[in-house]
């Protein structure tokens, strides 16, 4: 990368400079920051060594401190084409054109790999996300978590880690929330058996009673559906399915017996875990394990996970319950491991799972929460840290809320009924996968954020995604023209690059070049809303070519072959880094609209 490039030359100047005696130097600098200068006109970089340098070198000029820098630094043969020193001792560099025609020789031998690092070798990388209660569908919130899980995974990837993706399944045998979801199933799957049922509302038109069907029905006592069961359409669909399968097996009053209920949780468990799947799988998401939280208590971990807390005496007995000494290590007081009642809360089955990760040799965890859950955050690295782990290897990243808005009004309820607005239903049926993904990643996670369905559905210039890869397959549409009218692509190291010179096909070259380093940054500060951001700029930087450099020979405008050959060279360029981008944001890279 031209930073890395850049970076070596001034620390090498400045120790160069030392040495000469151009000034003393109390300890050699270890990096370089180097900045892209709004105005053109002032370089192509920035840096304000000289600046830094004021203090350890002892001189009261950081103009003349650069001034004596810029002795040592190259220009014959190097990158840089000249050095001006500006304000109160910035170094602008400016670098030459032949750097800039270079990069799409890099391009070309690269391809899919343009953008690639290997700074991360040997980084073995868990991302757990979305992990959503398997008591209701994948909703709108949860693809935010999606998307930034699955894109992150791929720019971790690009960097030279191991990464693989996991979802954990909250599915313990004392969960209430099962419990409660299984029997709203049931109380449904009577409903469609014919049986009264009545579901309170502080609306009487949201009603929803079901009288029995035929004359030859026996009237039975009308049941009463919780105020806290599970509504929506989704739970009708599973009880319609149980009855697919099983017709009247459990008719009442059978259906809210114990032994039945049991039938009804693992039904109901397996058919929203797999309507989990569906829909993220219909979002490009692919995990590489599904971790069911009972695999804890059946393989004995959560039990192990606890002795070795004791052993280790973070962990006592008070008031008939054992408490891990979380305080210790941050959190605002201890938590509760086992409750009084002897099971185990989730506390510990927390501290297991994450000890099962890192024994899988994970050295990098990384768990992706919506932002409700921020008090959570201090117990678990509490319990991480209590079994002797460097809690640094954890990190915890919280999403902020996603909405929608139709017509300019907020969605405040999914096609489906209930308090859910689905990821499927509600948005990638409608808008396409490529637009959910492309609109979550607009912003950075820490911001709330709303996706305008009209808008992601519209095939305009003002749809984000859209301008995007209509660019990407106008340079292919470019390429395929060229191509009937006698130009083949060749390497760019047969083509007379140096007639790229105009300023709009510099900036162009100048934004293939940033590519590797803002796919760096992304990986690194776990950003890729910059990725999109770079895709529009791509986007426009290219229709300002368009309009000032034509590529092909027309009636307006007679273009040398040589110039022609050199701008399909760069157009060929653009289109692989878009295609990569467009790939890593998990976003197709169409070649016609």
Not at 158 to 167: D, M, P
Not at 311 to 331: P, V
Not at 376 to 405: H, N, P
Not at 437 to 463: C, G, I, K
């Amino acid at each position: 990368m031209i930073i890395d490039v850049l970076t070596e030359l001034i620390l090498n100047a400045v120790n160069a400079a030392h040495l000469a005696g151009e000034f003393p130097l109390e300890e050699m600098p270890t990096a370089v920051k180097l900045e892209k200068p709004a105005d053109k006109a002032h370089g192509d970089y920035s840096s304000n060594i000289a600046l830094i340098l004021k203090k350890s070198t002892g001189l009261k000029d950081s103009r003349d401190i650069a001034s004596r820098i810029i002795k040592h630094l190259p220009t014959d043969g190097s990158v840089i084409d000249r050095i001006e020193v500006a304000g109160p001792g910035f170094m602008n560099l400016y670098l030459k054109p032949d750097w800039l025609h270079n990069i799409l020789l890099r391009i070309w031998a690269e391809d899919a790999n343009y953008g690639m690092a290997t700074n991360r070798i040997g980084d073995r990388v868990l991302i757990e996300f979305v992990s959503a209660n398997p008591t209701g569908p994948i909703s709108v919130v949860n693809g935010r978590a999606a998307a930034l899980g699955d894109v992150l995974g791929n720019l971790l990837a690009s960097q030279g880690a191991v990464v693989e993706r996991e979802f954990y399944i909250n599915d313990a045998l004392n969960s209430l929330q099962l419990e409660k979801f299984a029997a709203s199933v049931a109380l449904r799957y009577l409903q469609e058996l014919g049986h009264p049922l009545s579901v309170p509302s502080s609306n009487p038109e949201e009603a929803d009673i079901l009288e029995p069907g035929g004359a030859d029905v026996v009237l039975q006592p009308q049941l009463s559906f919780p105020k806290d069961g599970y509504r929506g359409e989704y739970v009708r669909d599973i009880a319609r399915a149980i009855i697919a399968e099983v017709g009247n097996r459990f008719a009442y009053p059978l259906a809210l017996e114990p032994e039945s209920m049991a039938y009804f949780r693992e039904a109901t468990l397996k058919s929203m875990v797999a309507a989990q799947r569906e829909a993220l799988q219909a979002f490009g998401l692919q995990y590489n394990n599904w971790f069911y939280e009972s695999s804890l208590y059946e393989s004995g971990s959560v039990d192990k996970t606890i002795r070795h807390l004791r052993d280790r005496e973070m962990a006592y007995e008070q008031e008939g319950a054992l408490w891990l000494r979380s305080s210790a290590f941050g959190d605002e007081k201890d938590r509760v491991l086992v409750r009084s009642n002897e099971k185990a809360t989730y506390v510990a089955a927390d501290a297991a799972y994450h000890d099962n990760k890192f024994s899988r040799g994970f050295n990098h965890l990384i768990n992706i929460w919506g932002a409700d859950h921020h008090g959570y955050v201090a117990r678990l690295k509490a319990g991480v840290a209590a079994l002797g782990y460097d809690v640094s290897r954890l990190e915890i990243v919280l999403t902020q809320m996603v909405s929608l808005v139709r017509d300019g009004e907020a969605v405040i309820g999914g096609k489906r009924k209930g308090n859910v607005i689905e990821l499927q239903q509600d948005l990638v049926d409608e808008v396409g996968k490529d637009a959910a993904r492309f609109y979550f990643l607009l912003n950075s996670y820490e911001t709330p954020a709303t996706v305008d369905v009209e808008l992601a559905r519209r095939q305009s210039m003002d749809n984000p995604v859209y301008y995007v890869q209509y660019a990407h397959a106008r340079l292919c549409s470019i390429l395929a023209k060229a191509e009937t009218a006698g130009f083949a692509l060749k390497s760019p190291a047969d083509v007379n690059l140096s007639v790229l010179t105009h300023p709009a096909e510099l900036e162009v070259l100048r934004k293939l070049a940033d590519y590797p380093a803002e796919i760096k940054i992304a990986a690194d500060t776990y950003s890729p809303h910059r990725l999109t951001r770079y895709a529009r700029d791509m986007a426009s930087l290219l229709n300002v070519f368009y309009e000032n450099c034509r590529v092909l020979s027309g009636k307006e405008e007679e273009v040398p072959a040589e110039i022609t050959i050199a701008r399909i060279s760069l157009a060929d360029g653009a289109r692989r880094v878009l295609r990569n981008l467009l790939t890593m944001l998990g976003v197709s890279a169409p070649e016609k609209m």
